[in-house]
């Protein structure tokens, strides 16, 4: 069972807008929480989480995109160090439910 702090966070978060996931205890599978519903949080028989956020990083990728160089947590900082026929790519973690 979440304290009643992470309770708190994660009925803020959703009163914020940010996306709420619950499942059953013991189950596998989560499901979204409407935006905006009048969610009626069930701690005894689910559980709550707030849905992760996927990683995003800047990796400088040769022209060619035969070579790839430093990783980045920033486009900015990426294309501060190009190099001559490099450019700045995003890549976004793929999250599987």
Excluded at 27 to 36: D, Y
Excluded at 67 to 80: L, P, R, T
Aim: aromatic letters at 14%.
């Amino acid at each position: 069972m979440k304290t009643l702090r992470e309770r708190t966070e994660i009925q803020q978060a959703f009163l914020d807008g940010e996306i709420v996931r619950y499942k059953l205890k013991n189950c596998a599978i989560w499901f979204e929480l409407v935006k905006g519903s009048d969610a009626d949080f069930d701690w005894q028989n689910n559980e709550y989480e707030i849905k992760p956020k996927p990683m995003e990083i800047w990796v400088q990728v040769s022209d060619n995109k035969q070579n790839f160089g430093c990783i980045y947590c920033s486009k900015e900082k990426a294309e501060k160090d190009l190099g001559r026929s490099w450019s700045a790519k995003r890549f976004i973690e793929f999250m599987d439910d």
